[in-house]
């Protein structure tokens, strides 16, 4: 399984960026995927998660009405749409993955390699 994020770089405040994670190695339509994010000397935190087919979608409340989770089933790629982008979004972001189960999903175990997002004041 990998999970390919790409789409971090350096904006300004105000700004945004369009983050992707392209999935291979594993029947994409069967997990639910999310979006974390690891700033320096602190946790790594949820940003963003969906459902198999998109119907379900959570938000950290830090990010919610700034950024959208969206996924396209049949690229095997979920993204991440982040507006109005902050310096306190400053993180590495990470893209997971989590199995259904049938009657729910397992914890995210499989992680993308990261990518680094720096908002500027």
């Known amino acids: 399984v990998q999970l390919q994020a790409s789409g971090g770089g350096l904006v300004q405040a105000g700004g945004s960026l369009r983050l992707s994670c392209a999935a291979s190695?594993?029947?994409?339509?069967?997990?639910?995927m999310g979006w974390f994010r690891q700033a320096p000397g602190k946790e790594r935190e949820f940003v963003a998660g969906?459902?198999?087919?998109?119907?379900?979608?959570d938000y950290a409340d830090s990010v919610k009405g700034r950024f959208t989770i969206s996924r396209d089933n049949a690229k095997n790629t979920v993204y991440l749409q982040m507006n109005s982008l902050k310096p306190e979004d400053t993180a590495v972001y990470y893209c997971?993955?989590?199995?259904?189960?049938?009657?729910?999903?397992?914890?995210?175990?499989?992680w993308g390699q990261g990518t680094q997002v720096t908002v500027s004041s």
């Open positions: 190695g594993l029947t994409f339509r069967r997990y639910g």
């Open positions: 997971a993955a989590r199995r259904w189960e049938g009657d729910g999903y397992s914890p995210y175990n499989y």
């Open positions: 969906i459902s198999l087919g998109g119907g379900n979608i």
